[in-house]
């Protein structure tokens, strides 16, 4: 079946987005607010994007992929809006969510949005199903845990974290029916567009906590 294809032509770069520094680091209970405040910044960056990027996929799908087009709107149903969860996080943790909505984002989370958008409008309008697949399979590995020691980390109360605890919890129904979703593909071209825009991803994802601060952890 094509998901478990696509779990295992993946592996690698996964496995080298959960040994970055700052993610060890989080997960071990050493992170700061201002790391925290940088992530969800970020976070929001990529994720006002979401439902746009769902929009574009399906208005580009050829005929042959018609019966994507209920999967396409049952992702933006639960999708969108979820930006304005990670401001109302933001504004929990003592940060300025107006500053952030009007700001620019790290340009490795530009970078990312950009890719999708490329892959999207000038490769194959499946390649989204990559970034799907790294964000919802990221979330349900770790969110979760995260913000349960994030939270015990920095003293934060429970509306700081609606967006790690939220795409832990939701992510997981949501794998599901990707998986479901996935191996209903069997053109070759497709899958491998799929794979490609997969590992591309985990890189750039990757590159948006690279891009997090970390001095405060190194000279802590």
Request: aromatic share 8%; hydrophobic share 45%; charged share 15%.
């Amino acid at each position: 079946m094509f998901f478990q294809k696509l779990v295992h032509a993946t592996e690698v770069r996964r496995q080298s987005l959960f040994a970055i520094p700052v993610i060890v680091d989080a997960l071990q209970g050493r992170i700061t607010l201002e790391q925290y405040l940088a992530f969800l910044t970020q976070a929001y960056h990529h994720v006002k994007h979401t439902t746009p990027l769902l929009m574009a996929c399906g208005s580009r799908l050829p005929e042959r992929h018609a019966a994507l087009r209920p999967a396409i709107a049952h992702y933006i149903e639960e999708e969108i809006g979820h930006e304005e969860w990670i401001l109302q996080d933001i504004a929990a943790c003592g940060g300025d969510p107006a500053a952030v909505r009007a700001g620019q984002p790290a340009l490795a989370t530009e970078l990312m949005v950009a890719y999708a958008y490329h892959q999207i409008d000038r490769g194959n309008p499946l390649s989204f199903f990559g970034m799907v697949h790294v964000l919802e399979g990221t979330s349900t590995a770790m969110a979760t845990n995260a913000a349960a020691i994030i939270q015990q980390t920095l003293a934060l109360p429970s509306s700081a974290f609606s967006y790690l605890t939220s795409h832990g919890s939701l992510d997981i129904a949501h794998v599901a029916f990707f998986e479901k979703l996935m191996n209903a593909l069997g053109d070759p071209d497709d899958q491998a567009a799929i794979i490609h825009s997969a590992n591309a991803m985990y890189r750039l994802y990757g590159d948006i906590f690279r891009s997090l601060p970390q001095a405060a952890l190194e000279s802590a």
